[in-house]
């Protein structure tokens, strides 16, 4: 495919393997921009109203706070507070994360899709499928366990509240729209490992793989750092994901296509 092809409908490619789904769902072929369009907003719409609509549970979440850090202080890796106490001595460093954490999510996560459309057609379909699979298998978790998060509990700091910062789940308007503890697993760092690896995995420029890899181990750090996730939320985050590629494959009968530095499959352009 040369720079000045568009991704089209009607270029596909044989399923490879065999799949729970009939072969004719199971075809390579590049997405359809309002069918997507219908698909993200859709998705993201069902997510987060079961999301928001999980029972409030106080007790049972903050017990099962206690019970997370209790492990983690038993393990000697409830490093949590330090790095939010240390954060929030630099306002700068607390206002950076507080905005990294409240809006990189979306930004990137959206950015990599829409790249993916535009470079990488015919393997946009086969990437997005553990995402959704991966949201869809973390509501169970918010249902099953409800979980403070750092920031509710004793000697933590809420960034987002003590520097007056908009748009995280700490703020009070968007508390009140929110499921405070659809903490387990963490979303946050499950869209950005999925947003790492495939820009990784797909860039050809050495230095956009660089943020690719960096990408996930700075969400981890500002999750941290603002009080709003255990990293243990990311683990489980990370095993959300990993099901969500487990689930695809099984469906789909191929492995998502994660290795297109020598792929058959020429980009459109370089990243």
Known sequence: ?????????????????RGLLPARFRLRRAPV???????????????SLIRNGVPTRTA??????????????????DFELAVNLAVAELRW?????????????FVVTIGALVWMYRR??????????????????????????????????DGFIDTVVVFDTWGSWGSTNVAEASNQFAAMPSMHF???LWSGMVIYRLARR?????????????????IVATANHFWVD??????????GFALQRGVLGMPAELAMAAGSQPPLAAA
């Open 1 to 17: 495919m040369t720079t000045s092809e568009a991704p089209t409908a009607d270029r596909v490619v044989a399923p490879r393997g």
């Open 33 to 47: 921009w309002w069918q997507e369009l219908a698909f993200i907003l859709g998705s993201y719409w069902a997510y």
């Open 60 to 77: 049972a979440a903050f017990l099962n706070a206690d019970t997370v850090y209790s492990a983690e202080r038993a393990l000697g890796l």
């Open 93 to 105: 460093l607390a206002i950076v994360c507080n905005y990294f954490y409240a809006t990189a999510h």
């Open 120 to 153: 990488h057609p015919l393997d946009y379909r086969s990437l997005r499928t553990p995402l959704y699979a991966c949201n869809a298998i973390a509501l169970l978790g918010y249902w099953l366990y409800p979980l403070a998060p750092p920031r509710m509990l």
């Open 190 to 192: 499950g869209w950005a």
């Open 206 to 222: 050495r230095w956009v793989r660089g943020l690719g890899a960096a990408y996930p181990v700075l969400t981890l750090f500002a």
């Open 234 to 243: 990311a683990v489980a985050g990370a095993l959300c994901l990993g099901f």
